[in-house]
């Protein structure tokens, strides 16, 4: 079955750099893109960005421009998310979700919590 | 980018029917057939319920159904059962492959 676990918690210090993995399984990686959203504690969701699997192209969420970074690696299947410069108000679970034709987030990762604390 | 405007919250009975509205712009919803609608549980990943303004994923009960209307789209439970309690989310296609989602709506199920 379609698939995307990501990987796990991690705990930054402000000013930091966080990279979150997500790894596709149960389909053809490069037929889709991914979209990354992430929930702040008690909060709705936020969309980050998106990315071609199949090109690497790229389009991030204007407030994150310059902090973001999306890639992938078709090799292994799986996309990642770097976060620099990192504040306390990014503390959120961070989501991969696979992006089908008329943006349809199908299938979602389980989560990843990133804490910033100093 | 604005958020997309959700009532905070939803209730009604079970049986019921209840429909949350999502209003946006003539940047977004309006000028857009790319709104879905997502559900989420407590502690758990979000899960599309509607695409398309419309179209339901195979999976999805016939209970769940979309529209839109102008600037605004909306969501509507028929048949409300205990399970339906969750947070839902629209969202929208923003031009220049950028999404916006609304602030979401609690449902309570009385």
């Known amino acids: 079955q379609v698939q995307l676990v990501q990987s796990g918690a991690e705990v930054k210090k402000p000013g930091a750099s966080v990279k979150v993995s997500c790894k596709a399984s149960?389909?053809?990686?490069?037929?889709?893109?991914i979209s990354w959203v992430r929930q702040a504690p008690g909060q709705g969701l936020e969309w980050m960005g998106w990315?071609?699997?199949?090109?690497?192209?790229?389009n991030y969420a204007q407030k994150l421009q310059g902090r973001v970074t999306m890639t992938t690696d078709t090799s292994t299947s799986t996309a990642y998310m770097e976060l620099k410069s990192l504040r306390s108000d990014d503390t959120a679970v961070y989501y991969c979700?696979?992006?089908?034709?008329?943006?349809?987030?199908?299938?979602w990762g389980q989560g990843t919590t990133v804490t910033v604390s100093s | 980018q604005s958020a997309l405007t959700q009532p905070a919250s939803v209730s009604g009975s079970p049986g019921q029917s209840i429909t949350i509205s999502c209003t946006g712009t003539?940047?977004?919803?309006?000028?857009?057939?790319?709104v879905s609608w997502y559900q989420q549980h407590p502690g758990k990943a979000p899960k599309l319920m509607i695409y398309?303004?419309?179209k339901r994923p195979s999976g999805v009960s016939n209970r769940f159904s979309g529209s839109k209307s102008g600037n605004t789209a909306s969501l509507t439970i028929s048949g409300l059962q205990a399970e339906d309690e969750a947070d839902y989310f629209c969202?929208?296609?923003?031009?220049?492959?950028?999404?916006?989602f609304g602030g979401g709506t609690k449902l309570t199920v009385l």
């Open positions: 979700a696979r992006d089908l034709p008329q943006w349809r987030m199908d299938v």
């Open positions: 149960g389909y053809t990686f490069t037929s889709d893109g």
């Open positions: 990315i071609s699997a199949y090109n690497g192209n790229t």
């Open positions: 003539n940047s977004d919803v309006g000028s857009y057939n790319l």
């Open positions: 398309g303004v419309s």
């Open positions: 969202c929208s296609y923003a031009g220049s492959v950028t999404l916006v």
